[in-house]
Every structure is written in structure tokens, then in C-alpha cells.
């Protein structure tokens, strides 16, 4: 049965829509205005950063957005407890590490996604060859697993990626952390451009989308992306009003 967060999508793509997914650090002074203004300003769902000690995926930008979140006392549970209250009538999905999940227990942190409202997982350091444990759990749950595919995985590992996937595909535009670059990586057509070909799954392109421009290069190949650091750079300097302004103007640009 394929879930909320896939469906929504595959409905939005059935339509002629790009997708567009903003990062959010939960925990962060005003997430969840921010929440609502890129909502308001077209995001097609939300994923919600789980601040994490030592965060392997992501650049200086979100780190700091994350440091900031602990230091204000924000904690899994807490980020959860108040995404509750979003309601904002788009999917929400997670992105947290590994030792989160593992933590508080496969079944219990499903439990704690669905009660919260959430209706997908994005787990980067877990994986595709440990994910079974994580993956049963979460099905058996509601939960939808993102799996990310990097540029550089051999084309016979793409398949069984896909195949485990759920709500998306996750296209790694490069290799490397997070952040805003001065133009969309090579990689970035060339391994959605291979995952296209090989699923109807949507596949939409993260890591290294940095402004507008960027994000409609992208949607020439992918059915959407995902837009982070440059997402948490406008709340950081200018709240919550500032992202919902940039993903307006993301948005115009991918509608084209």
C-alpha cells in the first residue's frame, strides 16, 4: 500500500506539479512559523530536522541551526510534542541519525513519528544493508522510509534502493555535506537522470540545491527537491517570513 507522504506526491507530479520539500531544524526559535510560511508559500511537505551532537550529513549552516536547537533545550520528544500543533495539511517527514532511532527503540520512535503526526523518516547514515530492522518497524508502523541514493552507486545497487524506498527517492546531488554551492553539481542530473529510469517512485534531488535557479535545473530531471541550508540560512537571518518569501520565489521558478 503505498503511503501518505508517496501518494501526496505522485498526485501533485499526475498534475504537471514539481515537488518541493524545504528542510526545517526543528527546535529552532520560530520552526514552526517557519513551517507555516513555507506551507503557505507552496511546499508540497516538510521535513523536520532532529537536531543532532554530531550531524555527518550537514554543512556549517544547518549545524549551527542545530547547535542553537540544543543549546535552547530542544530534544526529540519536544520537537515532536510540538509539531502536534502544526496542522498544516501537507505531509510532515523527519531527517534525524541513526543513534536517535536506535535510542529510543525501533517500534517506540515509529510510534512517537505517528503520534506526532509525521508520516515519513529520512535516516542518511543508516545504510541500505542494515535499514531491514529500522524499515520492518516502520512499516509495520505507517512510516515511510526515504532511502538516499549517492552519485556514486554502481548501477546494480540503484534497484534494491529503490525497492526499499518509500515516499521518495532521495537523489544526492553530490558528494559532500551540505551547503550552498555556486551551481547544481553534474552529478545531480546524471544520478536522477539514472533513477528516473529505473523507477516510477518520485525522485527529487537534495544536497547542493542552493537558490531558485538552481532548483529549476533540477526539476529538468527530477520531479522535485529537497531545499536545506539555503532554506535555514533565510530563517537565521531573517525568521520565519524570510524562508516563506524564498520558497515563493523557489517555487515560481520551478512552476515555469
Excluded at 501526496?8 to 498534475?15: M, P, Q
Excluded at 551547503?179 to 552529478?187: D, F, I, M, V
Excluded at 544520478?191 to 533540477?218: C, E, F, H, W, Y
Amino acid at each position: 500500500m503505498t503511503g501518505i507522504l508517496e501518494t501526496a506526491l505522485r498526485d501533485k507530479r499526475a498534475a504537471g506539479r514539481k515537488l518541493l520539500i524545504p528542510y526545517i531544524t526543528g527546535g529552532l526559535a520560530g520552526w514552526q512559523d517557519a513551517v507555516r510560511a513555507v506551507t503557505a508559500a507552496g511546499a508540497d511537505a516538510i521535513e523536520i530536522g532532529l537536531p543532532f551532537s554530531d550531524p555527518v550529513m550537514d554543512g556549517p549552516v544547518i549545524q549551527q541551526a542545530s547547535q542553537m536547537a540544543l543549546e535552547g533545550g530542544a530534544t526529540p520528544v519536544s520537537i515532536l510534542d510540538e509539531a502536534r500543533s502544526l496542522d498544516v495539511g501537507i505531509p510532515l517527514a523527519v531527517m534525524t541519525y541513526y543513534n536517535t532511532v536506535h535510542h529510543a527503540g525501533h517500534e517506540r520512535f515509529a510510534h512517537q513519528l505517528i503520534a506526532a503526526g509525521v508520516v515519513a523518516a529520512l535516516v542518511p547514515d543508516l545504510p541500505l544493508e542494515e535499514s531491514g530492522p529500522w524499515c520492518a518497524a516502520a512499516d509495520e508502523a505507517g512510516i515511510e522510509t526515504v532511502m538516499f541514493a549517492a552519485p556514486t552507486a554502481p548501477d546494480e545497487r540503484l534497484p534494491r534502493i529503490v525497492a526499499r524506498a518509500r515516499g521518495f527517492v532521495y537523489s544526492v546531488g553530490l558528494l559532500g555535506v551540505t551547503g550552498e554551492r555556486g551551481q547544481l553539481a553534474s552529478t545531480a542530473a546524471s544520478l536522477a537522470r539514472r533513477l528516473k529510469a529505473i523507477t516510477d517512485m518520485p525522485v527529487l534531488i537534495g544536497v547542493g540545491v542552493s537558490n531558485a535557479a538552481q532548483a529549476r535545473q533540477a526539476v529538468q530531471v527530477a520531479d522535485g527537491v529537497v531545499m536545506g541550508a539555503s532554506v535555514i540560512k533565510r530563517i537565521l537571518d531573517g525568521g520565519a517570513d524570510a524562508a516563506g518569501d524564498y520558497i515563493a520565489e523557489v517555487r515560481a521558478a520551478i512552476d515555469e
